[in-house]
């Protein structure tokens, strides 16, 4: 097996399932991987009409007789090298999803997230529902911390014109995210878009963590990650598209793509988990009952109180029942 260094990662030209056994036990922070299809991916282009004169040659595909058993294999792989609270997010589309979730099922892997990626173009139907989406199983190891930067993108603060939290928009679990179509160059079958990559690395690694990809295919993972300071191993079973990514690959610069990703425009708030104290509670009631004398909504007096108080929406609305101030005014 063919290994290559560059700064900030290693890269392998080989089968990742015999080819991990020289990754430790425990020591990956995070997967990112987007498997084969299984779905004759090789000769896609021959039913959809494709122009793939810029697509990278050398697609290894799974027959899906073998999907099963490969799904099996490379997910145990993945299992062992994930530390105890490391995470990894499986791309798939729905037609070998089955064999997935079996395999993860057999495992002590947790799922955290189901995630849909709803893109921006599919291939065209006329008698069904054109498919327009891809899964992504987020899953952790059990047995240690798992790495979760809820304001690595946005902080609690940021709102919409309608007084939304941003926050909580980001981190839904239905992303929208178009693909990145790269007109006339060297391209993948399907790469995905940095603004995927970048979501997820963001939230589920800090800067100098070890990030792997099993299925490299244009080394979008790799090249996202290196650019975002994180350390990256990856292999790519195919040496034509190992071949035309590799030299590129060289050329990243260590946390060069920082200042392409979205960051807190506003500071996080540092919420306190203390027991209210009888006078906290009852400076809250008095700022209830002055707030409550305005035009304000219950939504915008809650906002005010989790500024001024330090506390979470719960946090307020919970001890505001209590004191029975709430239920006098509804």
């Not at 006339?184 to 589920?204: D, H, M, T």
Request: hydrophobic content about 35%; some cysteine.
């Amino acid at each position: 097996m063919r290994m290559v260094r560059v700064p900030g990662g290693i890269f392998y030209n080989g089968d990742c399932i015999s080819g991990a056994s020289d990754i430790a036990d425990n020591s990956v922070d995070l997967i990112i991987t987007d498997p084969p299809y299984g779905i004759e991916g090789d000769k896609l282009h021959r039913h959809y009409n494709r122009d793939e004169s810029f697509v990278t040659d050398g697609y290894v595909e799974i027959p899906a007789d073998r999907y099963g058993t490969f799904s099996m294999d490379w997910i145990l792989e993945a299992e062992r090298i994930l530390r105890p609270g490391g995470s990894i997010y499986i791309v798939s589309g729905y037609t070998n999803l089955i064999h997935i979730l079996n395999a993860l099922y057999h495992t002590g892997l947790e799922e955290i997230n189901h995630i849909i990626w709803k893109y921006n173009f599919g291939v065209f139907t006329s008698r069904k529902y054109v498919s327009s989406h891809y899964h992504i199983l987020f899953y952790a190891k059990p047995g240690g911390k798992r790495t979760f930067n809820t304001e690595c993108r946005i902080s609690l603060t940021e709102k919409d014109e309608q007084g939304g939290s941003l926050n909580y928009q980001d981190r839904e679990d239905v992303w929208i995210i178009n693909r990145e179509y790269k007109p006339g160059r060297v391209k993948n079958k399907n790469e995905l878009p940095f603004a995927l990559l970048s979501r997820i690395i963001q939230y589920s690694s800090d800067e100098g963590d070890l990030v792997c990809d099993l299925f490299l295919g244009g080394f979008s993972t790799a090249r996202a990650a290196i650019g975002l300071s994180r350390r990256v191993i990856g292999f790519e079973i195919s040496s034509a598209m190992f071949d035309a990514r590799i030299d590129e690959m060289k050329d990243i610069v260590p946390g060069s793509l920082l200042d392409q990703i979205r960051t807190p425009l506003m500071p996080g708030k540092k919420l306190t988990r203390k027991p209210w104290t009888a006078k906290e509670i009852d400076l809250l009631r008095n700022r209830y009952i002055e707030l409550s004398g305005t035009d304000k909504s219950e939504k915008e007096i809650n906002l005010i109180l989790q500024v001024e108080f330090n506390r979470g929406y719960w946090s307020i609305e919970k001890t505001l029942k209590q004191t029975s101030i709430k239920t006098q005014r509804g």
